[in-house]
């Protein structure tokens, strides 16, 4: 009777134990999933990709850690730009290939894993790379958080800011730098947080200049499809590009 009582218990440990074991497999595969579904990013659609093809007077080259767009004849200040977190920053290349075409030489920043929050600092490698080029820098969503924290960090690096359907932090303040900013947003932007966006105007300068897209969301100041959150668009991205560019080379203007 004692022998079968212990077989019987040995059976029930084991069978404890394999229960446990599939349930850390189920639980381990599970968050394997939902950390992919979440650090999957957004990729560049047709439009970005023809955007990535040298053409119209622009070079586009792709280095280790950034994407150039160099212009035949360069004029004006160059612009570094930061993408939004787990965009690819080929999707923003219709909006870089615009400002070179332009004139200004604009270079995308890779950023580990696609979050720029993980290494704000590579403008510094950028800068380097172009030491005889004056830079203003901007950046999409969390990107333009980090294009600004970047320049507190660096008050005499940069000729101006801007900011796309972004804002600045309490560590990204540049209402004391003394240069000039840009911000634009969608009114369909589902994805900013409107209370943040708003207190972020506490740590821009008084003279930033600010343009509203009527009918622009989030998604389309990129050409990487529609962003899981943000609203629809009340117009093509075609057109929310061309507003984009046009506010942003109007502002370049005032900036040598």
């Known amino acids: 009777m004692r022998n079968r009582n212990r077989y019987n218990t040995g059976r029930k440990k084991r069978g404890i134990w394999k229960f446990l074991l599939v349930l850390l497999a189920l639980i381990v595969i599970g968050l394997g999933y939902v950390g992919y579904k979440l650090l999957t990013p957004y990729g560049p659609q047709e439009i970005a990709q023809t955007a990535m093809e040298t053409a119209d007077q622009v070079t586009v080259s792709e280095q280790e850690k950034w994407i150039d767009f160099a212009p035949e004849k360069p004029e004006g200040v160059s612009v570094i ?105 969608g009114t369909n932007d589902e994805v900013v947080n409107s209370t943040k966006y708003q207190s972020g105007r506490a740590y821009l300068p008084e003279d930033t200049v600010y343009y509203t897209i009527e009918g622009g969301n989030h998604s389309q100041f990129g050409d990487y499809g529609h962003q899981s959150g943000d609203g629809e668009p009340g117009i093509s991205e075609e057109e929310q590009l061309t507003q984009t560019v046009k506010t942003v080379l109007d502002w370049l203007q005032d900036i040598q």
């Open 81 to 185: 730009f930061y993408p939004g977190g787990l965009v690819k920053p080929e999707s923003y290349a219709p909006f870089a290939h615009k400002l070179a075409e332009a004139g200004h030489h604009t270079i995308i920043a890779k950023m580990p894993v696609n979050l720029a929050v993980l290494k704000q600092d590579l403008a510094d490698e950028i800068r380097n790379a172009y030491p005889d080029e004056a830079f203003v820098m901007g950046g999409h969503s969390l990107g333009g958080s980090m294009a600004a924290r970047y320049a507190a960090a660096h008050p005499d690096a940069l000729q101006g800011i801007f900011f796309l359907a972004s804002y600045p932090d309490e560590k990204g303040s540049v209402k004391s730098l003394d240069i000039p900013a840009l911000s634009i947003l």
